[in-house]
């Protein structure tokens, strides 16, 4: 999860423990709980991740938890994509990429390596021809 990369695996602020907990139970919750409780979140550290810092070589005034401020501004951008498996049940879509990155990428990257000297526009039509024929396999 892109969130993860922004607040660390082991966070130390506060503010980031607490929201890497919520985001820990994102499994768990549908749309609108997990709506309410990272709005309760940004309630209570919204005077925290406003705050301002200025670098003193290059005047610039940028946001002193920055990466906070990304990770939450990043799921609330992505809110409504965050639980399309569970509103579209029927379409039985996995919760996770897993099935991709162990089957159809992995056999790709084998694909794509085995000739390491062929021009990148070869590569290209390789990786078309591969897709086209995986979605009609499908």
Do not use: Q
């Amino acid at each position: 999860m892109i969130v993860k990369r922004y607040i660390t695996r082991f966070p130390k602020l506060e503010a980031s423990i607490e929201l890497k907990r919520i985001c820990t139970r994102l499994k768990y919750s549908n749309e609108v709980r997990f709506t309410k409780v990272l709005d309760i979140w940004y309630l209570k550290y919204k005077d925290f991740l406003n705050e301002e810092s200025i670098n003193w070589n290059t005047g610039e005034i940028t946001f002193t938890h920055k990466r906070l401020v990304s990770a939450y501004k990043s799921l609330r951008t992505n809110l409504s994509n965050l639980f399309t498996y569970k509103n579209y049940s029927n379409l039985s879509i996995a919760n996770t990429t897993n099935d991709i990155n162990g089957g159809v990428f992995s056999h790709l990257k084998k694909l794509a390596k085995v000739h390491p000297g062929i021009l990148e526009n070869m590569k290209i039509k390789i990786i078309d021809e591969f897709f086209y024929n995986y979605n009609n396999e499908l």
